[in-house]
């Protein structure tokens, strides 16, 4: 339509050209028609309602609220004008002074369905949802065939809980106009909360392909993928919403959910950080933020996201719970109880809180109060699997077999415990003679050692054994004595009469600390691989000790239990001890980034490749004089085996090294090194390598020692330099620099000498006779001093000369007895 001359056009004439521009979509143009016919002609209500219904679509709401307010005065007798009235104010969020609008219709006007329906809008707005859903209720028993009262029926109804009554409103709604986006979407929602993702994600598509720019729709999308455990899926719906909406910081916390879900922390934490940079004080994603890097064991990071949450929501259990989590793990236990507390005080039902508390309570060995905390959240959750395990756990750790072993029996209501369900019975104990009784691996490869040594107890009392075994583990397990037939997981079990779980095998069978099962060796290695490796390491010399540092990284506790290869260094500087990395996998990276830092011989390449699991590196432990490792499979291993082994332990260790106890009732082998602080490892491996000082025997450290000087001399110069520091001194060398070197070789003494009593009276005769000799040789250069050649000459010269000979026979002896033969030379 061409625009008019309207200078002289009479009010009826701008009003037609008004509706013309409306029909063409020229809504500007519309506008200004409308608002010049009202001008020429104001009292005409119908001109200020035509002005107002094209400004509202503009979204000029102040514009439309003015002329919709001056229609409704023209015409107070008009339902339709109050109620576009309150339209207009529910869009500028004034639900109040709408639903007061919607009212005054429905009193002109008793059957108007629309404004039934928008009053139950503004009033389910307000929180008054029974009003509502009786507003939609009456909107439709005036017009039955009415889909977005039928939509807004079940927006209330899913509200109120009612979400079965919900989908079937919504369902109406779309059978009434199937082209209808936002009930799709209304419906998949509902749909999701039912947990009906499937047809949930049918839904949200269909949304999607009526509105393909619908933003929520793909939110909503994604979030049924990711119920689903369609991860990938969700991630591209999560993509398309952001691309659509890309402020949207609720989108980018949830898609960095669903990254966690996948691994992929660092594009979590890139999302997270999106959200916030968009709202920074979204607590919700401050805490999810701090989930990540805690599991990337940043834990100072973590700790400082969820404070940074708890600023801006000081209410916020779950954030409190989540920093003591981070709390524990970085040793600082007493904080971490104070943070759950806090917790727990926000929300007296935080069930997991309790739990977590009793975690913190018992790595710092107050038992009754973890056990109590435990018993806390079964009371509010009474079948709570991990703190049920957890108090069973705190038991076991102290010693107390009786009730640990009962309550452990929970960890078999764990998801995925057993492989599959049983189909014979579970034995309880009762006599086992002349059953078949199938015991089931569970839990890691190093729980399968360590308990497989009950199979003989079993056989002793008349049972046939057969051992359902990880099939990586047969062919090492194949010689323990115990079990009659061993098949591997996975495949159909042999006939047999009842089954049980391996580690339930304890406390049916009533174990206690004192009775534990010692019959150590009952793993052996295969002896031609023994004999190959001895011939295979006769040509490294030296005290051989096998080193291990890393386990499985994605273990949850992997982070107390491996340590990294640089803190074995003050191993590698005991004289004589020659290092022999075993570590596979996981952490053998580590020995290139260790460049010249010291000496460790790399065996973990070659071992278990073409032998199959655990078997070489059996016949290797076999072969060493000590084995150190983190604690994993192969320190179970070398316990079986009755190999020396030396765990350096964090200070949350699990429940089977208990507390405090330098060695292991399990593996008499075996000695634990404990971490004081949590985390701190260097005292630890200072503390070791004085302990492996002692075991190197005299011999192979005096061939290691770093001075070119026997034993004997050693000893000597020790003497000598000790006498030379004394008050009496007259010596012109430096007294810094002969404390230096003192010192040095003082060192040198212990870590060769040892602690052998009779190396110690040797070198203390030694110290004994030098001090004589600088006696007589002083008395010497005083009488040539006073040109004195009598008595006290000679018999100077006389105590010299002995004391000479002493030394020289001290000094053979020394060596003699370090380096083990009696004709060693001084």
């Known amino acids: 339509m061409p625009d008019q001359d309207v200078e002289h056009c009479p009010s009826a004439a701008l009003c037609s050209l008004g509706l013309a521009a409306r029909s063409e979509g020229r809504n500007d143009l519309a506008a200004d028609y409308f608002a010049q016919a009202a001008e020429a002609e104001p009292g005409n209500a119908e001109y200020h309602g035509h002005r107002a219904a094209v400004e509202f679509v503009l979204g000029r709401l102040d514009r439309a609220l003015e002329a919709f307010r001056e229609a409704a005065r023209l015409r107070p007798d008009s339902a339709a004008y109050q109620n576009d009235l309150g339209v207009v104010l529910a869009r500028c969020g004034r639900q109040d002074e709408a639903a007061t609008c919607y009212r005054e219709a429905i009193r002109l006007r008793p059957d108007f369905p629309d404004a039934h329906n928008n009053l139950g809008n503004a009033i389910r707005l307000q929180g008054k949802l029974d009003e509502a859903v009786a507003c939609y209720n009456e909107a439709l028993r005036l017009r039955p065939a009415y889909p977005e009262a039928h939509n807004n029926l079940g927006i209330a109804l899913r509200h109120q809980g009612q979400t079965a009554e919900a989908v079937a409103a919504y369902q109406e709604a779309l059978r009434l106009r199937p082209a209808y986006p936002e009930a799709s979407n209304n419906l998949g929602i509902a749909l999701a909360a039912q947990g009906r993702h499937e047809a949930a994600v049918a839904a949200f598509q269909q949304a999607i392909r009526l509105r393909p720019n619908d933003a929520e729709a793909f939110a909503h999308l994604a979030a049924a993928l990711g119920d689903l455990n369609r991860l990938t899926d969700a991630v591209a719906a999560y993509g398309h919403a952001i691309r659509l909406r890309a402020d949207d910081a609720r989108t980018h916390k949830n898609l960095g959910i669903t990254l966690a879900k996948l691994g992929k922390l660092d594009e979590s934490i890139a999302s997270y950080r999106e959200a916030l940079r968009l709202r920074p004080d979204y607590a919700d994603a401050l805490n999810d933020l701090g989930i990540a890097l805690a599991r990337k064991n940043l834990f100072d990071e973590a700790a400082g996201s969820y404070r940074q949450a708890l600023t801006h929501r000081p209410d916020y259990a779950e954030a409190f719970n989540n920093l003591g989590n981070t709390l524990r793990n970085l040793g600082q236990f007493a904080e971490a109880v104070a943070s759950y507390d806090r917790a727990v005080a926000i929300k007296p039902s935080y069930a997991d809180a309790y739990n977590n508390r009793g975690i913190a309570l018992a790595e710092t060995g107050q038992f ?226 260790l460049g010249d830092e010291f000496p460790v011989v790399d065996l973990g390449s070659r071992l278990d490749e073409a032998n199959g699991p655990f078997m070489d590196t059996a016949a290797v432990l076999k072969n060493l004089d000590l084995f150190i490792t983190s604690d994993t499979a192969v320190a179970h291993l070398a316990g079986a085996m009755g190999v020396p082994v030396w765990v350096p332990m964090g200070a949350a260790p699990g429940w089977q090294w208990m507390l405090g106890r330098e060695d292991s009732p399990w593996y008499p082998s075996m000695r634990l090194f404990r971490q004081a602080k949590l985390g701190n490892w260097p005292p630890v491996f200072e503390r070791i390598a004085r302990e492996l000082a002692q075991e190197v025997p005299p011999a192979v450290r005096a061939r290691y020692l770093e001075v070119p000087i026997s034993p004997g001399e050693l000893a000597e110069r020790i003497a000598v330099l000790t006498a030379e520091a004394g008050p009496a001194s007259d010596r012109p060398r430096s007294r810094p620099a002969s404390a230096a070197e003192l010192e040095r070789l003082r060192t040198l003494h212990r870590e060769t000498f040892g602690a052998s009593p009779e190396l110690a009276a040797l070198v203390e005769e030694m110290m004994s006779v030098v001090q004589s000799l600088s006696a007589a040789e002083t008395r010497l250069r005083e009488s040539e001093h006073a040109e004195d050649f009598g008595p006290h000459f000679v018999e100077a010269a006389r105590r010299v000369s002995a004391a000479r000979t002493r030394i020289g026979e001290l000094r053979r002896r020394i060596d003699a007895r370090v380096l083990g033969s009696d004709d060693a030379a001084s």
């Open 368 to 593: 009754a109060e973890a056990v109590d905390s435990y018993t806390r959240c079964i009371r509010l959750r009474p079948h709570h699997v991990d703190a049920h395990l957890n108090r069973a756990l705190t038991w076991l750790r102290e010693g107390n077999f009786a009730q640990g072993w009962a309550g452990y029996e929970w960890r078999l209501r764990k998801k995925g415990a057993l492989d599959r369900p049983p189909i014979m019975p579970a034995w309880n104990g009762y006599p086992p003679a002349g059953l078949r009784v199938l015991l089931v691996a569970e839990q890691g490869l190093g729980d399968s050692i360590h308990f497989i040594r009950y199979a003989p107890l079993l056989q002793r009392l008349g049972a046939t054994v057969i051992f359902e075994c990880p099939a990586k583990l047969i062919p090492l397990l194949a010689r323990t004595p115990g079990i009659d037939r061993i098949y591997p997981q996975g495949e159909e079990p042999p006939e047999h009469d009842v089954y049980t779980p391996l580690l339930t095998l304890p406390g049916l069978l009533g174990t206690t600390l004192e009775s534990i099962p010692l019959e150590i060796p009952y793993v052996y290695p295969d002896p031609d691989l023994v004999e190959h490796w001895s011939r295979e390491l006769a040509a490294s010399p030296g005290f051989k000790v096998g080193i291990n540092w890393q386990g499985n990284p994605t273990f949850a506790g992997d982070y107390h239990r491996s340590m990294p290869l640089r803190h074995f260094a003050p191993l590698a500087r005991v004289p004589g001890v020659r290092l022999l990395s075993l570590q596979k996998n996981d952490g053998a990276e580590q020995l290139q980034e």
